[in-house]
């Protein structure tokens, strides 16, 4: 986990807690045998509270709680004869999750996909997903950028929707929103240089993409093991 500020660091697992070994470049390692898939943590940093993983895959109680490791090898697709769909001429349909459908899951949205090929669809373009608080919104105040929403369905039930979407012949596409963050439940700053006043929005400081530690940020991706 990447943690240039702090100088203590502990994963937080239940009522345990492990130390973490500092390592170059801002870096902290630590093993635990007793982790793996469906495994709920999360990081205090030099004695604090529990602070979500910055890199979480999933957060399963929303963006104030635990991360939850995820084997995303484990997932069974079923499209390998997916080729894709050429983008010019395609017709696009945007889609909030959470309106979409009775449910307001990925799983409940898996339910009308065949209507939205009668309809000559090509393209599902499905509005921000990423963790955000609370369990319904337009998904512009995300915090956990690698997160699918838990109210939604979480990462697995994301893939199920992209799976059963391909077998319909429709690609998916996502709305991404990668110039800032929410204000609620973002920590970020606690753990390094993700944000810089250097640029400002309408949600507050802007990501850091060219300053001090920039390289990391610009560079982050879900590598939490």
């Not at 065949?114 to 000559?120: E, F, I, K, T, Y």
Request: include cysteine; hydrophobic fraction near 35%.
């Amino acid at each position: 986990m990447w943690a240039p500020r702090p100088q203590r660091v502990d994963v937080v697992l239940g009522e345990r807690k492990l130390p973490m070994r500092r390592t170059p470049g801002g870096w902290w390692t630590a093993a635990d045998q007793a982790a793996g898939a469906g495994t709920d943590y999360a990081f205090s940093l030099d004695g604090g509270p529990p602070r979500a993983d910055p890199r979480s895959a999933f957060q399963p109680d929303g963006v104030f709680g635990p991360s939850r490791l995820v084997d995303h090898g484990s997932f069974r697709w079923s499209d390998q004869g997916w080729r894709g769909v050429p983008l010019p001429g395609s017709t696009i349909y945007e889609c909030h999750v959470g309106t979409f459908s009775a449910a307001g899951t990925f799983g409940g949205a898996i339910e009308h996909l065949g209507h939205v090929a009668d309809l000559g669809v090509d393209v599902l373009e499905i509005m921000p997903v990423a963790e955000f608080p609370g369990e319904r919104g337009w998904g512009y105040d995300p915090v956990n950028l690698f997160a699918p929403h838990h109210s939604y369905g979480g990462p697995e039930e994301l893939k199920r929707l992209v799976d059963a979407a391909h077998g319909h012949g429709i690609a998916v596409m996502l709305d991404v929103v990668y110039n800032h963050f929410g204000p609620a439940g973002n920590y970020l700053a606690e753990f390094g240089p993700y944000l810089t006043s250097k640029y400002q929005t309408s949600w507050g400081d802007g990501i850091n993409l060219d300053g001090t530690g920039s390289g990391e940020v610009r560079g982050s991706s879900s590598t939490t093991h």
